[in-house]
């Protein structure tokens, strides 16, 4: 019997092995060997400093702790990297620009004490010249200023060695083709003259890295000048073609360098990255649970299949976790940048499968968006989509009208007496068929999101002011209170970070509900089994005071 569903983010699941013409194919077989890689990633220590402005909220503490929760749902690896950028690289020395204004340089140890939340130790080291610091490729004639600048890297390396991390790479200048903020003139000579520098240094001989472009079109001409003096390539990916950016990852491994992506701006450049050889890669900024999962199963798992869209600027993998065998998640991503909208259907060639809770079938059709220029339609998309094959699956897609019971108790989500307040505290109730306890399950717009991964739930009794399950705006402790609250969002629009949700299927028709700016679980306080038992968020104790089933409720 030809089984098919359509959806908001699918255009076909179908039993059938007939496949789109116009979509970019993905085979596989769940049950293949698959391929291991050995790359690291790990989350970025950056505090930008324009002008004595810092900035350390998304990139700060509780940044790092919805991220470490994220990040830390599997048995990650150990050998994680992180990237750290300062622009005044002296730790606690006093240094006089050329304007005659004086920087302090304890910001690399705010950095650090960001990254110690994380228990890393391997450093990607990015070096950026001071923003007040405008140096034309003639300043860098000055022999002393160059190694001045030398010694100042090295003295930032073994200073991160005093304190125990473990410096991989050291790149001299971040996007040095953009000239406003790379500071060697914007010319590879100067870059090439300060690397060959750094190999006569010896602190920092083996681990200079470049060139750090920010345009790939440029990459491998850049790469061809300095290719003498650096140990380790890297190229960041914020223009250019994809195929100047495969050219470059493949000039420099035919070399015989090594290679890190030290500022990963989304999964596809991670995606890209580990197949052509990097060994480490950092995220430049946290978005949800697609980086979360790729880093994960490619630490704990293999890779399946892999193909790439050169038109649209878009990547598409399936992946399985070796603990989990009858199991994949299906993995897209798209350029920042350049994307353009795109189709991948994923084929699976061994066995009949739920993708995301459409199926029994075969294929399954994604479609990517993207758009027409920078912050033109360009959303950064990315999807994880699960794949389940055995007896325990979920056996359809979680979109529509539910009571959300908890395992633990029985009893189910509901908002207080119907009270459509914002900042309600949320609490469970027995359930007595109340509109208060009916929520509207959807997921979020794909074209206004770069994870779209994640569901919102709305209080179905609250649709002339709406209210969404919310996750006390970044209260990020264990134990904070689950609220509702309303921003206007409807189906066309983005709800805020705190109210999107993901469903993580774990058996038995439950699953856990996962905040995406959290990390957090949502969870009964306590595993109370009483009526108005308020209902908060909680790490992962692996009890059933986190798991909720969704029970459609009948109109």
């Known amino acids: 019997m030809l089984i098919s569903a359509t959806a908001q983010s699918v255009t076909t699941a179908s039993s059938s092995m007939t496949a789109s013409p116009w979509a970019q194919q993905v085979p596989f077989n769940i049950a293949d060997e698959g391929q291991q890689f050995n790359f690291a990633t790990g989350m970025g220590g950056w505090s930008w400093d324009f002008f004595g402005y810092k900035e350390r909220n998304w990139v700060g503490e509780n940044a790092k702790v919805a991220r470490l929760n994220f990040f830390g749902r599997n048995s990650t690896s150990s050998s994680v990297a992180t990237s750290l950028s ?6 606690g020395i006093t240094f006089t620009f050329p304007d005659g204004t004086e920087g302090s340089h304890n910001g690399l140890d705010t950095d650090l004490a960001i990254i110690d939340i994380t228990g890393v130790k391997n450093i990607l080291l990015l070096c950026d010249m001071d923003m007040r610091v405008r140096l034309s490729a003639s300043d860098w004639n000055n022999t002393n200023r160059v ?12 200073y991160l060695e005093s304190k125990g991390y473990n410096v991989i790479s050291a790149a001299p200048f971040n996007e040095p083709d953009f000239n406003a903020i790379g500071n060697c003139g914007g010319t590879a000579s100067v870059f090439n003259k300060v690397a060959a520098a750094m190999q006569k240094h010896p602190t920092l ?27 380790i390539i890297n190229t960041h990916q914020l223009a250019g073609s994809f195929d100047h950016l495969i050219e470059f990852w493949q000039t420099g491994k035919n070399d015989g360098k090594r290679a890190v992506a030290d500022e990963m701006h989304n999964v596809l450049e991670a995606m ?28 704990n798992g293999r890779q399946l299949t892999y193909k ?36 991948f259907n994923f084929i ?34 990315e999807r994880t989509i699960n794949l389940y094959s055995g007896e325990d699956v979920p056996v359809e897609p979680v979109n529509g009208q539910y009571k959300i019971v908890n395992k633990a108790s029985g ?7 119907g009270d459509a307040t914002i900042r309600q505290s949320i609490y469970q109730w027995a359930d007595g068929e109340l509109a208060n306890q009916a929520w509207d399950v959807y997921p979020i717009n794909k074209k206004n999101s770069a994870d779209y991964s994640y569901v919102v739930i709305r209080n179905a009794n609250t649709s002339t002011f709406p209210l969404y ?9 264990k134990g904070a209170k689950v609220n509702v609250w309303s921003d206007g969002d409807d189906l066309s629009t983005l709800p805020n970070g705190w109210q999107r949700w993901y469903l993580d299927y774990v058996g038995n028709g439950y699953y856990h509900v996962i905040n995406h700016d959290t990390g957090l679980y949502l969870a009964v306080d306590g595993g109370s089994t009483a009526n108005g038992a308020n209902v908060i968020e909680w790490d992962n104790d692996g009890s059933d005071k986190l798991l909720w089933k969704f029970l459609p409720v009948d109109h």
């Open 308 to 343: 790439e869209d050169l038109t649209n600027f878009a990547v598409a993998g399936v992946y399985r976790y070796d603990s989990e065998p009858d199991r994949a998640k299906a993995i897209i991503g798209t350029s920042e940048r350049q994307a353009t909208p795109t189709n």
């Open 469 to 477: 399950l919310d996750a006390s705006a970044w209260a990020m402790d």
């Open 205 to 231: 001989k083996g681990r200079v890295c470049g060139p750090n472009t920010l345009n790939t079109d440029p990459a491998v001409t850049w790469y061809a000048t300095i290719k003498n003096n650096v140990d």
């Open 272 to 299: 890209v990255a580990m197949n052509y050889g990097a060994e480490y890669g950092t995220w430049w900024g946290y978005e949800g649970v697609t980086r979360a999962e790729f880093a994960n199963i490619t630490t």
């Open 86 to 91: 300062e622009e005044q690289l002296r730790t």
């Open 147 to 158: 190694n001045y600048y030398v010694n100042d890297i090295a003295l930032a390396v073994q």
């Open 411 to 417: 009893k189910v989500l509901s908002l207080p007496n």
């Open 348 to 381: 699976s060639q061994d066995r009949l499968a739920y993708f995301d809770g459409y199926g029994p079938a075969y294929d399954y059709m994604m479609d990517v968006p993207g758009g027409t220029g920078y912050q033109n339609g360009q959303t950064n998309a």
